[in-house]
């Protein structure tokens, strides 16, 4: 009873919490991305090329390719977990473990949505991140310049974006996924546990 009465305290003071936090969010339908948060938003044209889905025991990811009005490809992923779990880690680190990249650097935050330069091998990607509450997380990568400074002034006019000279532009649909997930790395690395009131008992 007391366990209950405590999970329930701490549910509750978690949305209180979350309510008072400036929230953002990626919405995406078959014609449009549109990321926005409580004061402002900004869409991009892209429709649906290919989705897939893929199950790792307690997350479920979803990708999809989108083609843009300009010709180029966006990917939008989408990771969702069982309400028993929780992500391990933060944003960034995620970000850090599925992409592997060089080197991130964070050019905005708006509410919860974060706008990064991940070095690649390959080059420069340009990706949008989300943790969407305590159960999903989804990112949204691979626009072009232009794309991607149309997002980030609509959030912030003042951030300097200087151009990328070795920018990772998606333009066909077989080579767009950059993201490395796998059954090791959300299992046993890992990127997602029990959450503690569903841990066995010593």
Not at 12 to 34: D, E, W, Y
Request: aromatic share 10%; net charge positive; glycine share 4%.
């Amino acid at each position: 009873m007391h366990r209950g009465k405590r999970f329930l305290l701490f549910v509750t003071a978690l949305f209180v919490m979350t309510a008072c936090i400036p929230q953002g969010s990626i919405v995406h339908n078959n014609k449009s991305i549109v990321l926005k948060t409580a004061e402002r938003s900004v869409a991009i044209d892209a429709k649906t090329d290919t989705k897939r889905h893929k199950s790792f025991s307690s997350l479920y990811l979803t990708q999809t390719i989108l083609k843009t009005d300009s010709g180029n490809l966006i990917v939008y992923e989408e990771a969702d977990i069982d309400s028993q779990y929780e992500f391990k880690h933060t944003l960034e680190r995620t970000i850090d473990v599925i992409f592997e990249p060089r080197s991130t650097q964070l050019v905005l935050a708006a509410g919860n949505l974060y706008a990064y330069r991940l070095s690649l091998p390959t080059g420069v990607l340009n990706l949008i991140a989300q943790k969407d509450g305590i159960f999903t997380m989804k990112f949204l990568y691979g626009m072009n310049d232009t794309q991607f400074k149309k997002i980030v002034k609509s959030f912030d006019p003042n951030v300097d974006l200087p151009t990328v000279k070795h920018l990772v532009v998606l333009h066909h649909t077989d080579e767009a996924i950059h993201s490395k997930w796998d059954i090791f790395k959300v299992q046993f690395y890992p990127l997602v546990r029990l959450m503690p009131r569903m841990r066995p008992l010593l």
